[in-house]
């Protein structure tokens, strides 16, 4: 199969489905998606970042070669929101290697801080810290600060996930 074709040839959930179960275990196939993730094609990257949440998903050891490109991918400016939100979507069911802890945190950080940035992706930050905060309990208090201060102006979707994240690390003090 073109995988480049089968991901332009339709944008829906039964095409990336397809291309994921086509994908299936191969390493190969999972390294050929993402050389089009990391392309600089808006819809062949946006697609391909679509199937390779679905890949993952199943199959997580599949990412683990690219996720150091991918983290240094999420500081790009001119980052695809797509790109980002697939990336940190990705990135809570993840082990992140101790080496990208950092850069990840800084990143979420700036996403979950930013009222310009996609609400998905300001979610998924917000996980992704809270994670974090139970390997690096520091982290707990800027966190924290963040949520509220946004909450009162949040979206439904980032109020549900702020109380849940500040019920739980109410709990991780305790």
């Known amino acids: ?3 480049k074709a089968a991901i332009l ?21 999972f390294d050929e998606l993402m050389t089009h993730f ?29 996720l150091e ?11 695809h929101v797509a790109v980002k ?5 990705l990135l809570q069911n993840v082990a992140i290697p101790e080496d990208l802890l950092g850069t990840v945190a800084n990143c979420c950080f700036d996403f979950l801080a930013n009222p ?8 998924f930050s917000m996980g ?7 390997q690096e309990p520091d982290l707990a208090d800027e966190l924290r600060i963040i949520i509220e201060e946004f909450m009162p102006h949040g979206t439904a979707g980032f109020r549900s996930r702020g109380k849940k994240v500040l019920k739980g690390l109410k709990n991780l003090k305790n």
């Not at 095409?15 to 086509?22: E, S, T």
């Not at 939100?85 to 979507?89: Q, S």
């Not at 992704?128 to 139970?134: D, P, T, V």
Request: charged share 30%; proline share 1%; glycine share 2%.
């Open 1 to 3: 199969m073109d995988l």
């Open 9 to 29: 040839k339709e944008h829906s959930k039964a095409q990336a489905l397809f291309i994921r179960d086509y994908i299936g275990d191969s390493q190969d196939l």
């Open 38 to 66: 990391f392309s600089n094609e808006y819809r062949v990257t946006q697609r391909a970042a679509w199937i390779m949440t679905h890949c993952t998903e199943q199959r997580p050891h599949l990412i683990q070669s690219h």
């Open 69 to 79: 490109k991918m983290v240094h991918n999420l500081k790009e400016e001119e980052i």
């Open 85 to 89: 939100r697939n990336t940190v979507r």
């Open 116 to 123: 310009n940035e996609a609400v998905a992706v300001r979610i």
């Open 128 to 134: 992704i810290l809270y994670e974090l905060c139970k």
